[in-house]
């Protein structure tokens, strides 16, 4: 059963659309002013909570998670999954603006809206995205000196991560992600993907034809042995050990692995979930220089 509910989520995160921005202008049309620190914001995913709370936002409520979260924010109400938030509880809070990732949108659906509660989607779905979505929520809210500082630390970072890397040697990648039977892989326009671009490293769903356009695509094992990637990625999403065995266990029996260069040359690796989600986060620098140190280690 939990391999059924994680497949699903898996589905349901590979047909969402990437996200889209939070939009200052419909909320002043609806008379909500969110540079009001009376204003009730309540945060949906951890990823917001702690760009809210690093923009110096104040929040009413927070996500449940199964990971940590900043000390902070710890003691807020707690509102459910990200993936289930509870309306019930949103309502107790009087809240008039709920903030998640635009990931989620299809899945939280017009609820909150009939609710009055506004709800706001926050466009992470690239190392890019993130940046730019810290910008456009500083402005919208009236943080814009807060936001200028951490697009400043995060560029600065970001140059000190990408001066050493040589842009010429295309290394060959696949960034699987799934579970057994089921496999996706990740495009330059998933989170993941954006590292890859970023520092260089060529994807290999670059050269595949495909009539899907969003950040995951269907795995064809075919396919994959015939561009013959140099490094292979595995990520997972939800029941995490149990996936990672699952998969262990395919590359184990299944012979058609064994004719991979990245699985010859042991350069296949698991992707730390708190470092390498579905989208970015506040630590998207940190998940850069991981991904540097997995494509470039000597």
């Not at 702690?50 to 003691?75: F, W």
């Not at 456009?136 to 200028?148: M, P, Q, T, V």
């Amino acid at each position: 059963m939990k391999r059924l509910i994680a497949l699903m989520l898996v589905m349901m995160i590979c047909a969402m659309p990437a996200g889209c921005g939070a939009k200052g202008d419909e909320l002043e049309n609806k008379n909500i002013d969110v540079k009001n620190e009376e204003t009730r914001i309540v945060a949906g995913s951890v990823a917001v909570a702690e760009m809210l709370l690093a923009l110096d936002i104040p929040m009413v409520g927070r996500p449940s998670t199964q990971y940590g979260i900043n000390d902070k924010i710890k003691d807020l109400p707690e509102i459910g999954l990200p993936m289930n938030p509870d309306l019930e509880v949103v309502k107790s809070l009087r809240g008039d603006v709920f903030i998640t990732s635009g990931a989620l949108k299809e899945l939280i659906g017009s609820k909150f809206e009939q609710n009055g509660v506004h709800p706001m989607y926050a466009d992470l779905s690239s190392y890019d995205a993130v940046k730019e979505t810290i910008e456009k929520i500083g402005k919208d809210f009236g943080k814009e000196e807060n936001a200028k500082k951490i697009i400043e630390d995060f560029e600065k970072k970001e140059k000190e991560i990408l001066k050493d890397v040589d842009g010429n040697k295309k290394l060959k990648v696949m960034i699987l992600f799934g579970a057994p039977g089921h496999f996706m892989v990740a495009t330059e326009k998933s989170f993941v993907g954006s590292l890859i671009d970023k520092l260089g490293a060529e994807n290999i769903t670059t050269k595949v034809k495909s009539k899907y356009k969003g950040p995951y695509l269907p795995f064809s094992l075919e396919v994959a042995l015939k561009e013959n990637p140099d490094v292979i990625f595995r990520m997972y999403h939800g029941y995490i050990e149990e996936a990672k065995k699952q998969v262990q266990e395919e590359f184990r029996i299944n012979p058609q692995w064994g004719n991979f260069k990245a699985i010859k040359e042991n350069k296949v690796y698991d992707l730390d979930p708190e470092y390498f989600g579905v989208t970015g986060d506040m630590g998207a620098t940190e998940s850069l220089e991981k991904m540097k140190d997995y494509l470039y280690k000597k």
